[in-house]
């Protein structure tokens, strides 16, 4: 560490977990507070359960160890001789004994329980996280800014190959030849979060193209880890060539691992995926998908491992960036419709969630520090952190941070735009190669400001409006338009009106495009869409005729015959495109006739128009429409994704038109026509998927056709049995690739064909009394299901498709509702897609029957599981089916449910961000903003009575709060949601006489200030690392790091205690006894050569006494005014330490 | 007299179907309704001696050793028939059966024709069994000049002489699929039924828990193993349709293994060596140049770590 000011006297690190022994700064041995308040967000004594109380407790207690604000759990006490040095760039070495038993989170172990060596056991362990999360297994400046260069050494088991972070110098075997060490190193300045490690019996692939590429994954793999790499080279050319730089690390490793916490997870030099990526080459569905998450992890390699950012408030360059150049991507590898198909789908996800949920905002700046300036009030969380988000919201921000990539693109065009990241990838590697003192490092940090004037520099572009509108501002646009042609002026005249009232619109105001095909061509025109004009002539070119037959010359160039009979006889108008090319976030709802639509859907060559139009032509049930999905569906030349939309189009335009319909059921003659033999018309061919486009329309086809329904509103006979047919006469034996996601879709199809069943009251569903076509139904599922069990397709997808099947079968009455069958899939052991599946079913049984026994399952499964990625999943579907919500009573809403969520979120989930945040999105779609209204009335024991009492009887009338919880210390039950500001603290004062004193301003905190709010660089030339090298060493232990997380630290100088003014404790160093009993357990812990023999002696120093001490408190003083410092979470973090002997 | 050839007939049917419960089949009936004839002679034999009831286990005995009698007549009187080259027995062959097996001919008419005599109604005419159809293949030879035309006739001529025995294909491509889809159809659910029957099962019914009968859901310690391998039916496929990328599977399997386990000084052989004895061509001196830190030896440690 170089120490760049004077006095530095304290040293803030991340920590979780771990249990630490023994700090040491340069020899020195240094006293050390270890307390970390996201542990218990809200005291378990308090009775509040209103989640305004919990998010903003969370967040305090986020940013009272905020790497970015210099804060951290760990605080070592820098040795008085060690301070005056500042002045010369002098170096501290701080050293660090600590162990880590049984993580919950950070590491995963994944020990299969079988016979047999770890090795061959297939044992492994792998670190995870959601950002920065590295604290949670070393102790570590967990921040993306705080860059240094890395050795790391890793001892394992023989049989076990560590795979981390930079280049692997040499294999050493230890001297019993029992284990080996892994000695890394990494001289790419790369920060903490990007440091991972991954150990196990990997089976090992060096790239055949690219030798410092080399691909790890579990036993018995290989071949299809083979299969699945063969491509990774054309993305890293592709990559480099693009960005005109070289890949910036020496080498390229990338591990499978199973239970991985998410698909693709990219660090320094290294990628984990899941390895339920991996496939043969007899997959189809899958092998674009793997490439697509390989593509993505390599865009992250560049920008957010390589070149990483300044605060979370330039997270949107990076995952815009590498989100754009993934699109890029994806437009050369899989083409153009592709590409802009994916674009219009991200950009309705993120237009329809914006709507629903309210804005996303790329760049947050917390100008005021105050809550009421929260530029999200929409949101019940806080996006002040990464940590403190919801998942969905994580993904929409992503997803839309490509999207303004993708907007600048337009403005300043992609060259520029590649010149940008070329620019910022340069400078990167030029400083990267530099020394520490020669201060380049930073230009290896991306922040918002840094890349706008990048942009400006290179394409002398202003795009602050834009960057105003869509990264400093949330939400979108909502646009509605409609026309009218005035054939006496011959003119267009277009109506485009916004709304920017509802919860997540914003104004729009500029250019906008609008493409007008007439009858003489197509013709773009800007209009400027501003204050108060609703209205745009736009003049038409051409007149109308009927008679003369031309071609019409559409946008591409291309000349085409068109049957104009539909047309309107007055008007030149073929159709209308607002914003064709997708350049401002917004939702267009445009009315045109209905044969405008069908002309765009057949004659528009853009993938996003035809989507439009197909999604229009819903509304327009007629012969035309049908017609005119009809030949689209035929047309092989069209995009494959458009004919399958079509299909679903074409089935709901027939449900509308059932009366008049004439002819076979829709698609069925067209499906024979194009799959089925042609002497036998009702057996369709032996499987031939050598044509992806067929394939897919094959697969969709029959699935949209279920959803056909007569007059009864029952799928039709001969459409259920054709469904049957195909399913009886697949054939795949001659087939090159495997046929099971084509299986898995007749399922899906025979689940569509499904209706409820004609229920006499209260009749218990019986085997006699199962209708005729279901039984035939079920008939083929059970074959299914079980020829599963002995023959099991590729990820299982018959068994998930049959598991929702059976579910159906159960929703629409048809079978007896039950979820023991799926409770005993949604066991630990299956594979994740059918757990998954399973527990969707489970969550929906919860719901529709409200079972409170399995809702209780569930939550239990969310506290034990051992996939993180399950207990994430429960709860997200949780969230998505809810078993009730705020809006509605049920008996299921009841105090134990709400004391068991809030324990949840409160101390439950502490080891995982992403979870806890999932129980909060839980708690809130369960309950809302407020106080339960299931719970009793809080026990108002205090002093505030009736005032206070009438306020809590109406929390619903009061969502927003005024003032912030936080004002009200850790463990009072005042609702402080309606205390007057001045009033809370006061009670608060006098009800809760803090131990410490510990919320009262102190004089002393400004001096305290002024050096702690310096920040700090860091360089670690030496991380000691806690070698992991037997899995089972870990596993055995049952030393549980989150149940006594503090770590007595020592107050040595007098000095120090002059600096604070507060009344100082003496704090007891009532840890040690837990302490030094674990130590001996957990002996068996390798720990660095040099740190090894020390412990002892430093387990005698501890009497001395210790002293309360409040790093929090003068920080959140200074950066948040509301009074951060008396909040539960550094209240607790305060007091652990400090209970007086 | 029962006819041997068809009492063998009859007994053949009986273990065919043998283990078959209540189903009775015609040749089942035939032979039943031959047997309870036999019941009323030896029945009606004791009356005559004078017993007034008899244990039905000592009919049944007398009945089996009456039948038994009779049948091995049956089988001598034919196999002196076919000592002297004909095919049907005439009196004379009888006579000498019984004679041969001891039995005073000459008392038999006396026998017959005594008074108290009881008279039994015949059997009931049920249809005789169809015996199932030799296989014929081709045309079966008409005897030559030479051979008189009593002689039995020839045999099958597959069954002396190589004859191509072909049945004209099934080209209706309908009944191919039909009778392949349905095949397949029948064999899984045969399977499945009976793994469903021979294991745990689950049942989505609470009333008639053998109606759907899933084979239970057992989790596994290693679940993606079975979900993402090809199974050894799909892998058999692949072979057929491309053999190539087999041939690169097989030999780098040798490099990560033993990079793990062994000793050092074997491993560098290992890698270094081309795989499988192939000529070292491309590939081999390809192989040669990859230098990846994963694939060097592992270190002996070094002695100074020891202080």
Known sequence: MFVWMVNLNRIKLNSKQCRIYRVRVNDLEAPFIYNDPTLEVCHHESKQRNLNYFSSAYTAAVSAVDPDAGHGELVIKVPSELWKQGDEMNVLKVYIDFSLDQPKGGLHFVVPDVEGSMAERAAHVFSFGYQNSTRFWFPCVDSYSELCTWKLEFTVDSSMVAVSCGDLVETVYTHDMRKKTFHYVLPIPTAAPNISLAVGPFEILVDPYMHEVTHFCLPQLLPLLKHSMSYLHEIFEFYEEILTCRYPYSCFKTVFVDEAYVQVSSYASMSIFSTNLLHSAMIIDQTPLTRQCLAQALAQQFFGCFISRMSWADEWVLKGISGYIYGLYLKKTFGVNQYRHWIKEELDKIVEYELKMGGVLLHPTFVGGKDKDNPTPHLHFSIKHPHTLSWEYYKMFQCKAHLVMRLIENRISMEFMLQVFNKLLSLASTASSQKYQSHMWSQMLVSTHGFLKSISNVSGKDIGPLIKQWVEQSAVVKFFGSFAFNRKRNVLELEIRQDYTSSGTQKYVGPIKVTVQELDGSFNHTLQIEENSLKHDIPCHSKSRRNKKKKIPLMNGEEVDMDLSAMDADSPLLWIRIDPDMSILRKVEFEQADFMWQYQLRYERDVVAQEEAISALEKFPTPASRLALTDILEQDQCFYKVRQGACFCLAKIANSMMSTWTGPPAMKSLFTRMFCCKSCPNIVKTNNFINFQSYFLQKTMPVAMAQLRDIQNLCPKDVLNFILDLIKYNDNRKNKFSDNYYRAELIDALTNSLTPAISISNEVRTVDNLNGDVRLILEEITRFLNMEKLLPSYRNTITVSCLRAIRTLQKNGHIPSDPSLFKSYAEYGHFVDVRVAALEAVVDYTRVDRSPVELQWLLNMVQNDPAHYIRHKILSMLGKNPPFTKAVDSPLCNEALVDQLWKLMNSGTSHDWRLRCDAVNLYYTLFGLTRPSCLPLPELGLVLNLKEKKAVLNPTVKPEQGPGPAEVSGHVPIPSSVAPPPQGLKRKLDSVVGPLGSTSPEPGQVLQEEDSSKKFKIREDEIDMESPHDSQAFIHHHLNMLERPSTPGKEPTAADQALLSLPATPLPSFGKEANSSSKHGGGEHHHHHHHHHEHKKKKKKHKHKHKHKHKHDSREKERDSHACSNSPASGRSMRSPSVSD | ?307
């Open chain 2, 1 to 307: 007299m029962a006819d041997p050839a068809v009492m063998a007939g009859g007994f053949s049917a009986v273990v065919r179907s043998g283990g078959g419960k209540a189903t009775s089949s015609p040749a089942e009936n035939y032979q039943l309704a031959r047997r309870r004839t036999l019941q009323v002679v030896v029945s009606s034999l004791l009356t005559e001696c004078g017993f007034e009831s008899a244990e039905k286990a000592a009919v049944e005995t007398l009945t089996e050793m009456i039948q038994s009698y009779i049948s091995e007549v049956g089988r001598c009187a034919k196999a002196y028939c076919e000592h002297t080259a004909r095919i049907t027995p005439t009196l004379s062959d009888t006579v000498v059966t019984l004679i041969e097996m001891g039995f005073n001919v000459d008392t038999l008419p006396v026998y017959a024709k005594r008074s108290q005599r009881m008279v039994i109604t015949a059997p009931p005419v049920t249809n005789a069994p169809v015996i199932p159809k030799a296989l014929i293949a081709g045309q079966k030879r008409t005897h030559p000049s030479h051979i008189p035309s009593h002689f039995p006739e020839f045999p099958d001529p597959h069954t002396y002489i190589k004859t191509p025995t072909f049945r004209e294909p099934v080209s209706d491509y309908q009944v191919v699929r039909e009778k392949a889809a349905s095949q397949r159809r029948d064999v899984e659910r045969a399977l499945t039924r009976f793994m469903a029957k021979t294991g745990e099962t689950q049942s989505l019914f609470k009333d008639d828990v053998t109606a759907f009968p899933l084979i239970a859901a057992r989790p596994s310690s290693i679940p993606y193993l079975s979900a993402l391998l090809p199974s050894e039916l799909e892998l058999q496929t692949l072979e057929e349709t491309d053999s190539s990328e087999q041939d690169d599977q097989t030999d780098s399997e040798n490099m990560p293994g033993n990079n793990l386990n062994d000793d050092p000084g074997a491993d560098k052989e290992n890698s270094v060596l081309p795989p499988g004895g192939v000529v070292p061509s491309v590939k081999a001196s390809e192989e040669n140049m990859i230098d990846n830190p994963y694939l060097r030896p592992v270190k002996k440690p070094k002695v100074r770590r020891k202080k």
